[in-house]
T-cell receptor, first 113, second 114 residues
């Protein structure tokens, strides 16, 4: 079945540690996105990528980094510079074109130890 | 800056009732509006997408309308069922190259009781 796979489902980070969240899609989508969701708030865009080897900052990129070396993969690194990393992280993808819907993975919940 | 508001924040209805969820946005220069469903601890499931040139979309018991000029959308759920209990999110899209940037509302948490 085609879809978006996020791993792990739960992740714990120690103070000062970088952690990487995985996002893989087999939908042959060109565009991929990372969102953060906090309780009682809507999703906020962290980074997005339109094609391989290209990505742009979203609304809350500080303390995060991404790479897009393969079309299928868009990992997100939460660095130690992100002072409030506890949140639910969602990855999405879409075909090219601004009229296309985004499809979401099941998310990774990140907590601080 | 685009802002999206959803009212009410929470709603509880008895099974079988028809209901309407509301979404408003401040900037009418959108490409499309998408309604999503989110179950607790899960990702988002796309329900309906309305292009900016359209007025409504229907899927089964769901009907979504869009009035771009007034910055409003509604999601109508007919004959609600306990399985409809979830949080419903709306999001508006603006183009950025070949991708689209979504701005989300904070959602309406729906509970359908027996």
């Amino acid at each position: 079945d085609g879809g978006i796979t996020q791993s792990p489902k739960y992740l714990f980070r120690k103070e000062g540690q970088n952690v990487t969240l995985s996002c893989e899609q087999n939908l042959n989508h060109d565009a991929m996105y990372w969102y953060r969701q906090d309780p009682g708030q809507g999703l906020r865009l962290i980074y997005y990528s339109q094609i391989v080897n290209d990505f742009q900052k979203g609304d809350i990129a500080e303390g995060y980094s991404v790479s897009r070396e393969k079309k299928e993969s868009f990992p997100l690194t939460v660095t130690s510079a992100q002072k409030n990393p506890t949140a639910f992280y969602l990855c999405a993808s879409s075909t090219s074109g601004s009229y296309q819907p985004q499809h979401f993975g099941d998310g990774t919940r990140l907590s601080i130890l | 800056k685009q802002e999206v508001t959803q009212i009410p924040a929470a709603l509880s209805v008895p099974e079988g009732e028809n209901l309407v969820l509301n979404c408003s946005f401040t900037d009418s220069a959108i490409y499309n509006l998408q309604w999503f469903r989110q179950d607790p601890g899960k990702g988002l499931t796309s329900l309906l997408l309305i292009q900016s040139s359209q007025r409504e979309q229907t899927s089964g018991r769901l009907n979504a309308s869009l009035d771009k000029s007034s910055g409003r959308s509604t999601l109508y759920i007919a004959a609600s069922q306990p399985g409809d209990s979830a949080t419903y999110l709306c999001a508006v899209s603006v183009a950025t190259g070949t991708a689209s940037k979504l701005t989300f509302g904070t959602g309406t948490r729906l509970q359908v009781t027996l």
